[in-house]
């Protein structure tokens, strides 16, 4: 499974600064008798992240929204009053990638790689619509070889391609890290003139979910930290984060129902690295759903039906009440299931313990030589170093679970695969015995054990930096 997603650019031909291109949007929003709004009462809502240069405008709605068709439409109406142009780009599993550039004459389309079901592309291409936004020195000869190109991962071109028509590369990403003071960021929202939303159901899943978690988390210390993405975040003597967050599920588009999930975890501030500048969908290593969470840790009265209504909560595409109200069920379902289980989890030693138990796979130990697991790939969010912060001596065999947790827990085999309890066990053990032997490499070397604890100062230093400028107090 390769990538799936949308990027979309509006030019901004003048070069405008953000206030000056939203007063540009007058054309636009009296077309759709649109006004103003607060998040609250919006009807639409969309984001605009403006080019380091300004050239590009980078269109998205909210937070983790997924950008289908109707956003592509609203874009293109924008370019269209402003009198400009819309490059939209959707890639597909990484198997191809579809551009169309809009005008105020028309449309172009081009392929990279070959959609599903069809033969290679062989129209002519409307070079006369791409040559006007070339950078200089730059030639349609070139860009039409990125096209042409031979890519594993067909998203590839659009990173080539974004420096011939002047666009950023981290707007073009599938899930772009914007840094507040590398770009400027704002969010538009808006409603039909005449409409009184005030007082009714928000309209919009990010909108709700704001709503109704921030009313119930907020008593229990948690706060929604700065930027565009939708975390809930609690800190817990300068060393814990509980995090509460949602996604989308599905692929998104036009269809009558859409799903999601609400998503927790949690984090020290002892892990190589912490990120919550990008969305939900790309902490997925860490943050779990409360599917997962049930479970893993319900040992009596587990309810395989109950189990199956929460993998994921539905609503009907664009009915408020519908919104708010499956929001509010899965808001009764956190209070049910994640909750209780963050809340026992208030220092390092009890999320240490609860790891050993249920996620091995982030406590991997990395030693000196192996410059802590930084260089590794895929290893932000290991806990391993917990190890050496709690001086673990203790009792690894306490974390294989019994015969009845395994059953439970892990239905297809802890692996992902078919097997037995006995073979569970006996890689289980195998696990556990390398990393008491790994474990004990540092703490009985005075030098190691040294370096270890210095490299824990470092990552807290550096991840307490970060957490400040999301807002957090810590």
């Not at 390769?2 to 979309?8: A, E, S």
């Not at 020290?268 to 790309?282: A, G, K, N």
Request: net charge negative.
């Amino acid at each position: 499974m390769g990538m799936t997603f949308t990027t979309i650019q509006i030019q901004n031909r003048n070069q405008l600064k953000p206030e000056q291109f939203i007063k540009g949007l007058s054309t636009y929003m009296k077309a759709n008798n649109f006004v103003p709004a607060t998040e609250e009462d919006a009807e639409a809502s969309f984001e605009l992240t403006f080019s380091k240069d300004r050239r590009w405008v980078s269109f998205c709605l909210p937070e983790n929204e997924y950008c289908g068709k109707e956003a592509i439409e609203t874009a293109q109406e924008i370019a269209k009053a402003i009198k400009s142009t819309c490059i939209t780009a959707d890639v597909i599993d990484s198997d191809f990638v579809e551009i169309n550039l809009f005008n105020e004459i028309g449309q172009d389309k081009v392929y990279v790689g070959t959609p599903y079901g069809m033969e290679p592309e062989t129209k002519q291409r409307n070079l006369d619509f791409w040559k006007p936004l070339l950078v200089e020195n730059y030639t349609l000869e070139q860009l039409q070889e990125i096209w042409n190109g031979d890519y594993i991962f067909k998203e590839e071109a659009l990173l080539k391609m974004a420096p011939l028509l002047g666009l950023d590369k981290e707007l073009m990403a599938e899930s772009p890290k914007i840094k507040p003071e590398d770009f400027d960021t704002l969010t538009l929202h808006l409603k039909k003139a005449g409409n009184k939303q005030k007082g009714k159901a928000p309209t919009t899943l990010n909108a709700a979910f704001k709503q109704v978690f921030g009313e119930a988390l907020a008593p229990l210390g948690y706060m929604k930290i700065k930027g565009k993405q939708p975390y809930f975040v609690r800190v817990i003597d300068g060393e814990i984060l509980h995090v509460i967050t949602y996604k989308n599920e599905g692929s998104g588009g036009e269809s009558t129902y859409k799903e999601f999930n609400i998503l927790g975890g949690v984090a020290t501030v002892y892990r190589q690295s912490i990120d919550l500048s990008i969305s939900p969908r790309d902490n997925t290593s860490w943050l779990d759903r409360n599917f997962k969470f049930y479970s893993e840790v319900t040992t009596s009265g587990f309810d395989p039906i109950f189990r199956k209504s929460i993998s994921t909560f539905s609503y009907t595409n664009g009915d408020s009440q519908s919104i708010l109200g499956e929001v509010k069920r899965s808001l009764k379902v956190t209070k049910q299931i994640m909750l209780p289980l963050l809340n026992k989890m208030t220092n390092y030693e009890s999320y240490l313990k609860y790891l050993r138990k249920y996620n091995l796979n982030r406590i991997v130990i990395y030693g000196d030589d192996e410059q802590f697991g930084n260089n590794s790939f895929g290893n932000s969010d290991n806990e391993g170093l917990l190890y050496v912060k709690a001086n673990y001596r203790g009792d690894f065999m306490e974390t294989i679970k019994s015969r009845e947790e395994y059953a439970i827990s892990c239905p297809y085999g802890f692996r992902g695969k078919s097997e037995s309890y006995e073979e569970y066990y006996e890689v289980f053990c195998k696990r556990l015995n390398e990393i008491r032997v790994k474990l004990d490499e540092i703490l009985d070397n005075p030098d190691k054990y040294a370096n270890a604890l210095a490299e824990l100062e470092r990552r807290k230093a550096a991840n307490t930096e970060i957490l400040r400028s999301y807002g957090l107090s810590i």
